[in-house]
């Protein structure tokens, strides 16, 4: 599960999709984790940063990632 390629995303959480011409925003942690997954990291990878940097617990985080991919998903963000 990668960001598709021709996903433009900025450290500030802008995302532009070239092929739709759909743009988005994501708060900080949401660019955080666009960025962890543009580095192909796998699930649990992103869980154990996330939760190293943040005070979650990681049943929530998991819960939130899922919501946070599926929505990628939708929006032809993610492959």
Do not use: C, W
Not at 34 to 50: F, G, M, Q, V
Not at 60 to 78: G, P, V, Y
Request: glycine share 4%.
């Amino acid at each position: 599960m990668t960001i598709r390629k021709n996903i433009a995303t900025s450290d500030e959480g802008f995302i532009f999709n070239p092929a739709t011409g759909d743009s988005f925003t994501t708060n900080p942690l949401g660019a955080e984790i666009i960025t962890l997954l543009k580095e192909d990291k796998r699930l649990p990878d992103i869980i154990s940063a996330i939760s190293e940097k943040y005070d979650v617990e990681e049943a929530q985080l998991e819960k939130d990632l899922d919501d946070f991919i599926s929505q990628l998903k939708e929006s032809s963000i993610m492959e």
